[in-house]
């Protein structure tokens, strides 16, 4: 039996595609998900048609209220999407009936998919930054039940300085701030639709208005690079990486603080699991899970790389394959940040464990060298004599600020002191207690 050639492209064909190719070149199960920017997209189309007189206004107002219905069907559920049709472009013109026949003039699918998945990422890096400022809320207030909590620094996974929990919390505010900029930033501005398949059209459209109707600052100034880029794409992935890197320092914090040897804090029972064997275990498996799903989002930034390098201009089929990675890095991120930001809030400090281990006198050594210095020795001779200090220590059994005592005076001693080693660390930047409110007070401004 012949196969009927396929409707949006099949007059130059006998035939229409194998059964096989078909299902390997259908995208409608996954881009299904552009519908609300495709439709956008065709309303501001109709829109620009309608001013260079391919479509009158009824023609157009038909279209759009067809389009706003096909929208309602698909977010009722109810809406039969179709494989044959390939893709959700096809399948929404195709549900508009003989009103839609007009609609695909001066366009293609090539422009028609690089500006709904413009329009699609922009909402995402939308989502993202409000989930990233989330996030933050919920550290900063961590951070200010616990302000004046102390707990060792750690260089290399070993016991540094001392510093309020606040701050190391603090910190992690820091890298989601530029992991929202960087989401705000890489935001993609210009509009290629009108681009059409590579060289535009000669139906002359009134582009800027279209760029305008879909927000965008602009239209795109190249017909050939409007269609061959996916930069935002890119740029998205790479900031979702980035903020996976982040989420996954802050998760694995969070499962060595909540372990046995650290006890620091204590994760609630909601958003942790036991053992299938073990019935004392209390695992923390929603860091380990944001900690492991990092590696999803590395992987679809390196597929997308990887699938754009070899390309020459301008479209090719490859470029379908940049969805699925941008959809799942999209719904990764997203879970990670919202249940990340959910289980802080169910977080509890343990006070007594995270003091007595930064109750630890080595945390000080560095002050002792300041200390010398300040009587105007060398820091390099300062740091040899507090090493020494430190061996002898060691070697004795003797408590080092004892040592220190026994050394240069009862005032060497006196470094030894927690709370007045913080107070005394005012620079910018540094964890004084006085530092770390203004900074608290500041973060909660800010993320009003």
């Known amino acids: 039996m012949k196969k009927s050639a396929q409707r949006t492209w099949g007059g130059r064909f006998s035939t229409g595609p194998a059964e096989a190719v078909k299902k390997f070149t259908e995208s409608v199960s996954f881009d299904w998900r552009l ?49 044959d049709a390939e893709d959700v472009h096809m399948n929404i013109e195709a549900a508009l009936g003989p009103v839609g026949r007009k609609l695909h003039t001066a366009r293609s699918r090539n422009d028609q998919v690089a500006t709904d998945l413009r329009l699609w990422v922009r909402d995402a890096r939308v989502q993202a930054v409000h989930a990233c400022r989330a996030l933050m809320r919920a550290l900063v207030t961590l951070a ?67 760029a305008r109707e879909l927000m965008f600052a602009s239209p795109t100034q190249n017909s050939m690079d409007a269609v061959a880029n996916r930069d935002f794409v890119l740029g998205y992935l790479f900031a979702a990486a980035m903020a996976g890197m982040h989420l996954s320092r802050l998760a694995e914090d969070l499962i060595l603080w909540s372990s046995a040897e650290f006890g ?88 007594a464990r995270c003091e007595a281990a930064a109750g630890d ?46 050394k240069y005076g009862p005032a060497a001693a006196r470094v030894f002191h927690v709370r007045r080693a913080l107070a005394a660390r005012k620079a910018i930047g540094a964890p004084s207690p006085q530092n770390v409110t203004a900074q608290i007070a500041r973060w909660k401004r800010l993320l009003n």
């Open 144 to 210: 200010e039940k616990n302000r004046d909590v102390v707990i060792p620094g750690y260089t290399h996974l070993q016991r540094a300085q001392p510093v309020l929990l606040a701050h190391h919390l603090l910190a992690y505010v820091e890298m989601l701030h530029r992991d929202a900029q960087r989401f705000i930033i890489n935001a993609d501005l210009e509009s290629p639709l009108g681009s059409g398949a590579i060289a535009g059209s000669t139906l002359r459209l009134d582009r800027q208005f279209v």
């Open 35 to 83: 519908y609300k920017h495709d439709i956008a997209g065709s309303i501001a189309h109709a829109k620009g048609l309608v001013k260079v007189g391919i479509l009158t206004k009824a023609e157009a107002g038909k279209i759009v209220r067809g389009l706003r219905a096909i929208e309602k069907k698909i977010e009722a559920g109810t809406f039969e999407w179709n494989p």
């Open 361 to 406: 006198p080595l945390l000080l050594a560095t002050d002792l060298v300041d200390f010398l210095v300040k009587k105007g020795v060398p820091f390099r001779e300062a740091h040899h004599k507090v090493g020494a200090l430190v061996a002898e220590s060691e070697k004795t059994g003797l408590a080092l600020p004892r040592v220190a005592s026994k």
């Open 264 to 351: 620091f804090v204590r994760i609630g029972d909601a958003y942790t699991t036991g053992s299938s064997l073990m019935p004392q275990k209390k695992n923390p498996d929603i860091c380990e899970l944001v900690r492991g799903k990092t590696g999803r989002l590395y992987g679809n930034l390196i597929a997308v790389l990887t699938t754009m390098k070899g390309l020459p201009l301008t479209y090719n089929r490859d470029m379908q394959e940049d969805k699925e990675p941008l959809f799942d890095s999209a719904d990764t991120l997203l879970a990670s940040l919202r249940v990340l930001a959910d289980m802080l809030r169910d977080v509890k400090v343990n006070k």
